[in-house]
C-alpha cells in the first residue's frame, strides 16, 4: 500500500540549532514534493516545492533535499527560533497530479 | 485579497442531520480542493475541482457530495451526518494542479 511518513510525531530542538525533519514514502512515484507549515487552528501554509530533478532547494534558514533513490525528503531549518515552532507536513505530488500529505512532524523549539 | 475563506467555523450537527459547507477564494484558481484533517491520519483529500462545472472524487468520498457552480465557490455537502464524519475540513484552491496550495483557515465540525 502506499506510504507517507513523517520521522516523528514531534521534535524538540535547542533555539539556534538545525531542525531536521525527515519524509519518507513507499510506493509513490512523485514527480514534485511540497513543505508546508501548520500553526494550530490554522490551515497549513506552503514553504517549499522541489522537483524530482532537483537534489536541493533552499529558501533563506529553510532547505529541502529529495532523493528519489531512497524515497526520502530531508527538510531542514537552521538556526532555529522558537517561532518556527509549528507542525510541518510534507505532500507528494505524483505523476497523476494528486497530492498525499503526509501526518505532519510537530516541531518545538525551546528557547 | 482575501485568499481563501471558509465558513462556518465551527458546527455542531446530529446524525443523520445535513449541512453545507462553503469555500470561496478570490486568486481566480482554476483548481479547488476540500480535505478533512484527523489526528494520527493527515489531511485526505475528499473532493477535487479542476474548473467550474466540474467535480472528481479524491481519497475518501463516500458521504460527501460537492458543487463547483461559481469558479470562485466550492461547496461540499454533508447529506446525512455521521459521527465519523466529525473532523476539521480544509479547503484550498491553486493555479494548477502542481502549485502552491492555498488553505482556508478551516471549519471544526462536530457531528454528535
Known amino acids: 500500500s502506499q506510504k507517507i511518513e513523517q520521522n516523528s510525531e514531534a521534535l524538540n530542538i535547542q533555539e539556534g540549532k538545525t531542525a531536521t525533519l525527515t519524509c519518507n514514502y513507499t510506493?509513490?512515484?512523485?514527480?514534485?514534493l511540497q513543505w508546508y507549515r501548520q500553526d494550530p487552528g490554522r490551515g497549513p501554509v506552503f514553504l517549499l516545492l522541489i522537483r524530482e530533478n532537483e537534489k536541493e532547494k533552499r529558501k533563506e534558514r529553510l532547505k529541502v533535499t529529495f532523493d528519489t533513490t531512497l524515497k526520502q525528503s530531508l527538510f531542514h531549518i537552521t538556526a532555529s527560533q522558537p517561532a518556527d515552532s509549528a507542525t510541518y507536513l510534507c505532500a507528494l505530488v505524483t505523476g497523476a497530479n494528486n497530492l498525499f500529505f503526509g501526518t505532519g512532524t510537530r516541531l518545538t523549539v525551546i528557547p | 485579497n482575501a485568499g481563501v475563506t471558509q465558513t462556518p467555523k465551527f458546527r455542531v450537527l446530529k446524525t443523520g442531520q445535513s449541512m453545507t459547507l462553503l469555500c470561496a477564494q478570490d486568486m481566480n484558481h482554476e483548481y479547488m480542493y476540500w480535505y478533512r484533517q484527523d489526528p494520527g491520519m493527515g489531511l485526505r483529500l475528499i473532493h477535487y475541482?479542476?474548473?467550474?462545472?466540474?467535480?472528481a472524487k479524491g481519497e475518501v468520498p463516500d458521504g460527501y457530495n460537492v458543487s463547483r457552480l461559481k469558479k470562485q465557490n466550492f461547496l461540499l455537502g454533508l447529506e446525512s451526518a455521521a459521527p465519523s464524519q466529525t473532523s476539521v475540513y480544509f479547503c484550498?484552491?491553486?493555479?494548477?494542479?502542481?502549485?502552491?496550495?492555498?488553505f482556508g483557515p478551516g471549519t471544526r465540525l462536530t457531528v454528535l
Open positions: 484550498a484552491s491553486s493555479y494548477s494542479s502542481v502549485d502552491t496550495q492555498y
Open positions: 510506493n509513490y512515484s512523485p514527480a514534485y
Open positions: 475541482s479542476v474548473g467550474e462545472g466540474t467535480t
